[in-house]
């Protein structure tokens, strides 16, 4: 991708499903929502998976075509509705 930014691509990611595409004459109309998280220092797998899977969470509560990063206040604001 080059010296694209997360930001750049995932609003590339998203704009491939802003439009409806036709499949064997139908029109087919998809929404996408984006979470992601990058790895800083020595992060075990499963935590990072986690951490993408919260700014996921986000995105969809934030409606269709939404891109969040993850961000420790996720994190916060699980454990005070918790």
């Known amino acids: ?3 694209a930014t997360r930001e750049e691509m995932a609003k590339t990611i998203l704009a491939l499903f802003a439009e409806p595409f036709k499949i ?3 029109t087919i109309e998809v929404g996408a929502s984006i979470g992601a998280a990058a790895r800083n220092g020595d992060i075990a797998p499963l935590e990072l998976l986690r951490r993408a899977d919260m700014a996921l969470y986000r995105a969809k509560a934030n409606g269709r ?6 961000d420790p206040e996720l994190d916060r604001e ?5």
């Open 1 to 3: 991708v080059g010296s």
């Open 24 to 26: 064997d004459g139908r």
């Open 65 to 70: 075509g939404q891109a969040i990063e993850y």
């Open 78 to 82: 699980r454990q005070r509705v918790a």
